[in-house]
């Protein structure tokens, strides 16, 4: 099984719009089973809170369900527990390699390095109000990191 974690800086939007879409693109393929998946923040200015209403709406109307989930912090212990850790900006990269003391097993990745725009950003909508713009680059990174996964399963 591998373990996936997405990790942005509140947990509302970014990460759980990657940990959903991410999740529907391998239970369409029918390798739900194969995939363990989270997500987390590196801040804790939203600890507690649910799924943005932006994003909600945004998986809605792409029919990808949106279950419930509140916003958590990233642990020091799931470096162990997970087979990638998947940033969403290069600010995010930076807080998981402080948070955690570093990457030695080289599992921290920028989600649109597997859409072929490595070192690129997705834009956070909490500031942008884009949730239309990040739903564009979640969905390229998604399906190129389960393209890149598939052919090594």
């Excluded at 916003?71 to 990638?84: H, V």
């Excluded at 850790?85 to 390095?113: S, V």
């Excluded at 942008?128 to 399906?143: I, R, S, W």
Aim: net charge neutral; aromatic share 8%; with cysteine.
């Amino acid at each position: 099984m591998t373990k996936i974690l997405f990790v942005c800086h509140g947990n509302i939007c970014r990460s759980t719009m990657a940990q959903f879409v991410f999740d529907y693109l391998v239970r369409q393929q029918g390798r739900g089973a194969e995939f363990h998946l989270d997500s987390a923040a590196t801040s804790t200015e939203e600890l507690g809170n649910p799924v943005h209403p932006g994003t909600r709406r945004k998986l809605a109307q792409v029919g990808i369900p949106c279950p419930d989930h509140r916003a958590r912090q990233l642990r020091k212990d799931e470096y162990g527990k997970f087979d990638l850790l998947i940033g969403m900006d290069q600010a995010n990269l930076r807080n998981m390699h402080r948070m955690l003391g570093g990457d030695p097993e080289g599992k921290f990745h920028c989600l649109l390095d597997y859409a072929g725009r490595p070192g690129q950003n997705i834009a956070d909508p909490w500031y942008t109000g884009n949730f239309d713009e990040t739903y564009v680059d979640v969905l390229a990174g998604c399906q190129g990191l389960l393209a890149h996964l598939t052919k090594e399963i």
